[in-house]
Structures are given as C-alpha cells and as structure tokens.
C-alpha cells in the first residue's frame, strides 16, 4: 500500500499511500494509537440556533478530564448510521464528539435519503454556518470539553461544509475535509485552523478541484496536507470498499486530531 507519487501543498508532503492498523469504523476493540478507548455515552441533545432548535446526536468518552471536541458534519443524505457511528468511534478514539442534524430546521433528516438530498442542496450557506457556530457555542457550555480544542470534520458534502467553515470560524483549532469540495479560494486567507485532506483516487470530480484548492492555499500562506487514497471511490469510508485503505485514512484523522487538539 506505500504509494510513490508524491506532491507537496503548502509545504506538506502528499502521495497515495496506506498503513494498517487496528482502530476502525467498525468498532474494532484498539483504537490507532494501540491503547484500548475507554466506554463512551451516547445521546441526542437539543439546543437552540437564533430562533430554531437544533437536534444533535453526541458521545462522550468516559474520562476523568474534560476532552478535545469534534464537530460531525453529515453527507448529504442528512443524519444516519454512518454518521452516529463516526461520532461514537471519535468518542472512542478520546473526543467529545457531536453530530448536528443540519436539516433540523426543515424538521430533521427524512426517512428517504434522496429527499435529504434534495433539502440540503437547498440549505443557505449563512444558515449552515449559524448551525454549526449554534454546535461550537453548545460544546463550550458543556463541562466535558475543552473550549479550546474544538475541531470539525465533514464528509462529501460535509467535506465541503468543513472547509467552509474553517473560513468563517476563527477559534476553530482544526479541520479535517474527507472528499469534500473547496471553499471560495478568496476566504482561504481567513483559515486559522490547521487542515488535513482525506481523497479518493477514483473520484475525479471532486480531484479535478485539488490543483485550485492547491495554488489557492499556497497563495494565502496556508499548510493544506492531504493524501489521495489509491483505489477507492468517493464515500469510502461510508463504503469501505477496501477496509484497510479506510482504516489508514482513519488512523491518520486521529493522530491529526490528537496532535491539533491534544489528547
């Protein structure tokens, strides 16, 4: 799985590579740093965005200190199992993390994937971003978390959302965009957040955007690392098409996230 072709974005090596390891998706009982999690508690929470109430689904680990937090932003298809159980795996793996149904304010997720499909496209930039900042203001309420560890990751859609929002959010400390499309180059600049990209090798639509992404990061002085995984699609760690090319990727989240916002 080592891969050859390399590149650099923002000064950061880039290539198609993979490792194993034991933390996954699927529960496995290790997590990637080799320490077995600690159990986690799992509920859903509700919390108010201007005037409408946001539903969310969170997970703790259990710790005695209070935890660095991560932010879920869903796929396009809204709120599912894919997305709890990427939350429950982020809370295993040490991090509050929590999940917020961006469709809440059109009544939450539809039981039919391609109707959420057809919501979300609709959803105003502005109005996905108050939700998030609603998600970061509730997190900072909550005696579990670190305040200033906060970090956030999306998936296709919510991959673009996640880099989107590291343009309007400041005290964001790290981001991470799995297969996700890039913001407008021009807020690049705005980016305090540290970054990391996870794509997929046979998903040109969304690569044919990494050269732009690429000169635009470079141009506002940004690190942008990101790996090109070899033989997948998009949606791969939904898909896990190949389970240990989905489990590198994963494992390379965590120790992002462990370096960016702490342990």
């Known amino acids: 799985m080592d891969g050859k072709n390399e ?61 660095a937090a991560v932010i879920v932003i869903h796929e396009i298809f809204g709120m599912s199992d894919f997305v709890r159980q990427t939350t429950e795996q982020l809370a295993k793996d040490g991090f509050v993390a929590i999940a917020p149904d961006l469709l809440s304010r059109r009544g939450g997720t539809p039981a039919l994937g391609d109707s959420a499909r057809r919501v979300i496209s609709s959803l105003p930039p502005d109005s996905v971003t108050a939700d998030l900042d609603a998600t970061q203001a509730y997190l900072k309420t909550l005696k579990a978390v670190r305040r200033d560890a ?50 997929a090798e046979n998903d040109a639509r969304i690569d044919a955007g990494l050269p732009d992404a690429a000169a635009a990061m470079r141009a506002a002085g940004k690190d942008y690392p ?38």
């Open 7 to 67: 590149g650099r974005m923002g000064g950061w090596a880039v290539g198609l590579f993979g490792v194993s390891l034991l933390g996954a998706l699927t529960f496995v009982p290790i997590s990637p740093s080799g320490h077995r999690p600690t159990d986690i508690h799992a509920e859903y929470v509700k919390y108010l965005s201007g005037k409408d109430t946001i539903t969310a689904y969170i997970a703790y680990p259990e710790r005695p200190t209070p935890a």
């Open 150 to 199: 906060i970090g956030v990751i999306g998936f296709c859609w919510g991959g673009g959302q996640s880099f989107r929002y590291a343009t309007n959010s400041p005290a964001l400390k790290a981001f991470v965009v799995c297969y996700g499309p890039s913001p407008n180059p021009a807020d690049m600049a705005k980016i305090r957040a540290q970054g990391l990209g996870v794509y």
């Open 226 to 263: 990101y790996t090109v995984y070899p033989g997948v699609g998009h949606g791969f760690l939904r898909s896990r098409e190949k389970p240990e090319v989905a489990d590198s990727a994963w494992n390379v989240v965590i120790r992002f996230f462990q370096k960016n916002l702490g342990r």
